[in-house]
């Protein structure tokens, strides 16, 4: 069975860090491009990033370019999203998704995460 | 950027009764377009891939149809558990934008 699995949100000040981490299961976690997207609570989805299987590609959305970095750690199944300079509009609740398609980047996001809440307040 | 146009964006509609969503692109995607489930409190869920192509597990009560700039998502007889928000996706070109949502409600 495929699972996702967020932590690492938190209360942060504006201005302040928070790392994320998705830990995957149920899958060879290699093999697969895989995507964070967020959601502000009670509103619509917004792609933030995605990193190829290989890590060796990653795009961002214009808004977190400069101020967030995905990551990938093949031997420990695990996502990451390092994020600084946070903004009180970056305040949303994180998904980590799985691309449908091995081996390449389809865009098509088959499995998400229950998500984890980050809230940028000072 | 390829923006997505949902509409409507919440509709109310009985059990068993057909309901349409429809979704544009700000220019021709080919069938580069998904759709998206979202149950209250729970994560979305990927029902059509490729415009049409229904997702391992979707009932087929689910259909997509379109291609180039204009999408339908058709739920031919509504269950109670189709209560959610739906999002199209297009997929055609970074950055990967979803369209605003419909909330389905049942009457």
């Known amino acids: 069975e495929v699972k996702l699995v967020e932590s690492g949100g938190a209360v942060v000040p504006p201005g302040g860090s928070l790392r994320l981490t998705c830990a995957a299961s149920?899958?060879?976690?290699?093999?697969?491009?895989m995507y964070w997207v967020r959601q502000v609570p009670g509103k619509g989805l917004e792609w933030v990033s995605l990193?190829?299987?290989?890590?060796?590609?990653?795009f961002y959305e214009d808004s977190v370019k400069g101020r967030f970095t995905i990551s990938r750690d093949n031997n420990k199944d695990s996502l990451f999203l390092q994020m600084s300079s946070l903004r009180t509009d970056d305040t949303a609740i994180y998904f980590c998704?799985?691309?449908?398609?091995?081996?390449?980047?389809?865009?098509?996001?088959?499995?998400w995460g229950q998500g984890t809440l980050v809230t940028v307040s000072s | 950027d390829v923006q997505m146009t949902q509409s409507p964006s919440s509709l109310s509609a009985s059990v068993g009764e057909r309901v349409t969503i429809t979704c544009r692109a700000s220019?021709?995607?080919?069938?580069?377009l998904n759709w998206y489930q979202q149950r209250p409190g729970k994560a979305p869920r990927l029902l059509i891939h490729?415009?049409?192509t229904l997702h391992s597990g979707v009932p087929s009560r689910f259909s997509g149809r379109g291609s180039g700039t204009d999408f339908t998502l058709t739920i031919s007889s509504l269950q109670p558990e189709d209560l959610a928000t739906y999002y199209c996706q297009q997929t055609y070109r970074m950055p990967l934008i979803f369209g605003g949502g419909t909330k389905v409600e049942i009457k």
């Open positions: 149920g899958f060879t976690f290699g093999d697969y491009t």
């Open positions: 490729g415009a049409s």
């Open positions: 990193i190829t299987s290989d890590a060796l590609s990653s």
């Open positions: 998704a799985k691309d449908l398609s091995r081996a390449y980047t389809g865009y098509d996001l088959d499995y």
């Open positions: 220019q021709n995607i080919n069938t580069r």
